[in-house]
């Protein structure tokens, strides 16, 4: 193994929140920062090219490659754990930007009672009502320590949202830029909203609306509403990833190197301090980086599956395995054409009456909720066609095709995310018997819904379906009861816990500040870090954590002086 230089700061990962910490440390200290990522680079001239909805978003081509690493899942511990060998139910990035490059932009603020998860529901119904087997913790910070650090997130990446939403915590500052345009389709769920009583409003999004200067002087277009988002870097830079929004500021840092194609093995240790990473490069030379300092950042669950293979943790790691409750939902089929190719990944109505704690749960027999949104991504041809209404009886033939064809402008769907409480009995480990194609051992997911997620299902979807009928709608046909947790299909990649935060070593691996509490020179950024999901997407409180940790890693004695 061949020993490197040493670096102040090694940072594992150079997606969102690896890089957005390159940027911080790196503008704001002289200290010497080295990222390393697994993936490739890119940038955003190579996606002009990369319109191809088969190769790009059915064939994965941004996503991790599971021959070379993918996780083992089984539902409980009473099942044998196999490994996923075409990712499904979530999809990790790979290359520079991470999943951040292919993301949809949705970038909603959690709920401030999230936060304060435990005390604010014990307080209000009383213990009883907790789920059998939870593991619901409070985070050790609220909404007020973070909300500052929302602003400045939001203000990086210009996002684009109306500044008096119905509900959620209190804001500093309006949106840099107002919400984009919805489409037809959201036009139509927002009305039926509003005449049912419910209090719709457009999603906050990272798919700019207009021209935005940053504060780091970086310029991104509005987006033009060619629905090719989710799975896809966008073409003209409108969606903030990484490469378009952090790139251009680090590339000026002579501070900063970034190095590709560098899978990272373990994070080394002695006297309870990291000493660097070991790490394989594009040609399978093993190298040591010694760092004073180490961050990870390389999502959910290689972060937990780092810690592990790293030995470094306590019985912590790997606990509060959430993901997000997207069961119930609804196919709408219109005597009316939609014109539902045009889209972008955000441009979404949401309607927050039923998520959270935001109505009274006293008469129920579940805690918590969803929200329900009117997706209008642009439904690419290939993935969004053969849908049909029930009164067609045939799945092949000319009359089902000629239903599809019918069909294809005709129909959309209203989806819902709930939220994901957690249980004790979701969790990830080693998996003892398979490996990936470095020899270490894979990741193992044990992970199943619970009765509350098929009780917000239940709920939700009669309210789901209450809308699309008074969005005039000719058939509106339900997804169905929540069946059990299946890694197959598609949910979202909003996968959180594995190395958690809060108050005290006893319940978490992190401390307030994301600081390992056994290795403190060791720091994990990211949703792994999250006690449980809170129904919205995760990454605008994963930007907001990071800046919050580079504030005190920039303002603590603990930080190594410069070029120390
Ligand atoms: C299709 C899709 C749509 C999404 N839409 C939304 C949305 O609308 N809203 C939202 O909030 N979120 C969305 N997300 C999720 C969002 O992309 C993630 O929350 C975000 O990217 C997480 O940032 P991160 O830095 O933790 O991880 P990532 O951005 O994934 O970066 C992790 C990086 O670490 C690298 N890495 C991993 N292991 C190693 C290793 N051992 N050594 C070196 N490098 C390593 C990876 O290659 C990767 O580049 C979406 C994700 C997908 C896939
Ligand atoms: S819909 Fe907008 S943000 Fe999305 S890829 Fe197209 S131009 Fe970019």
């Known amino acids: 193994m061949t020993t490197l230089p040493q670096t102040d700061v090694v940072i594992i990962g150079g997606g969102w929140s690896g890089l957005l ?29 990369g319109m191809d909805e088969l190769d790009y978003a059915l064939r994965y081509r941004m996503m991790q490659d599971v021959a070379k ?14 490994p996923v060998r075409q990712f499904g139910g979530f999809f990790p990035g790979d290359g520079l930007g991470g999943a951040g490059e292919h993301w949809n932009g949705q970038t909603p603020r959690f709920p401030a009672d999230i936060f304060e ?35 400045k997130a939001e203000q990086l990446l210009g996002i684009s949202g109306d500044s008096h939403p119905p509900f959620g915590g209190p804001r500093s500052a309006p949106y840099p830029t107002p919400p984009i345009k919805q489409t037809y ?5 927002e009305d039926a909203a509003r005449s049912l009583g419910y209090h719709p409003h457009p999603t906050p999004c990272a798919n700019l609306s207009q021209t935005f200067r940053n504060p780091d002087g970086v310029i991104r277009p509005a987006c033009q509403y060619c629905g090719f988002c989710e799975r896809f870097g966008c073409m003209v830079g409108a969606k903030a990833q990484p490469t378009n929004t952090l790139m251009p500021v680090i590339n000026k840092l002579k501070n900063v190197s970034i190095r590709t194609n560098t899978q990272v093995r373990q994070i080394l240790t002695k006297d309870g301090k990291a000493t660097g990473v070991s790490f394989v490069g594009a040609k399978g030379q093993e190298f040591f980086q010694p760092a004073a300092l180490v961050i990870l950042a390389s999502w959910t669950l290689n972060n937990t599956r780092l810690l592990l293979m790293s030995r470094i943790g306590n019985h912590n790691t790997g606990r509060n395995l959430t993901h997000q409750v997207i069961g119930a939902g609804a196919t709408l089929f219109f005597d009316k054409p939609l014109n ?37 991504y642009g439904a690419r041809p290939i993935a969004n066609f053969g849908a ?35 249980y004790k009995t979701n969790f990830m480990d080693l998996d003892p018997t398979y490996q990936d194609h470095l020899g270490d051992p894979l990741l193992r997911l044990t992970l199943d819904w619970n009765d509350n997620e098929t009780k917000i299902n239940n709920f939700i979807t009669e309210k789901i379906l209450g809308i ?12 169905g009861p929540l069946k ?81």
């Open 21 to 49: 910490m390159a940027k911080e440390l790196g503008s704001k200290t002289s200290m010497n920062i080295t990222v390393l990522e697994r993936g490739r680079h890119r940038k955003t001239a190579e996606y002009i090219e």
């Open 69 to 82: 690493e993918t996780v083992t899942f089984r539902n409980t511990i009473k099942d044998k754990s196999l």
């Open 117 to 151: 998860l435990l005390k604010a529901t014990t307080e209000r119904y009383g213990k009883k009502r907790l789920p059998e087997n939870h593991s619901i913790q409070d985070w050790g910070i609220t909404y007020n320590d973070l909300e500052p650090y929302y602003t």
């Open 185 to 189: 389709f959201g036009k139509l769920f």
């Open 340 to 376: 539902r190719f045009m889209g972008s990944g955000s441009a979404n109505i949401t309607v927050s009456d039923f998520d959270a704690d935001y109505f009274d749960h006293s008469n129920l027999d579940f805690i918590r909720g969803a929200y329900i949104s009117s997706p209008s």
């Open 388 to 422: 049909v209404p029930p009164n067609i009886k045939s799945n092949w033939g000319s009359d089902w095709k000629k239903a599809a064809i019918e069909a294809y402008d005709r129909s959309s769907r209203i989806g819902c995310s709930g939220e994901h409480i957690a």
């Open 468 to 479: 699309g009928r008074a969005m005039g709608a000719t058939h509106v046909v339900s997804n």
């Open 484 to 564: 059990r947790y299946d890694v197959m299909s598609y949910k979202t990649t909003h996968v959180q816990g594995g190395t958690i935060m809060g108050a005290s070593p006893e319940t978490s691996v992190v401390n307030p500040n994301l600081q390992h509490w056994q290795v403190p020179n060791l720091y994990v950024l990211g949703a792994s870090t999250f006690p449980q999901n809170a129904s919205g997407n995760p990454t605008l409180t994963v930007l907001a954590q990071t800046l919050r940790t580079a504030a005190a890693i920039i303002g603590s004695k603990a930080a190594p002086s410069p070029n120390a």
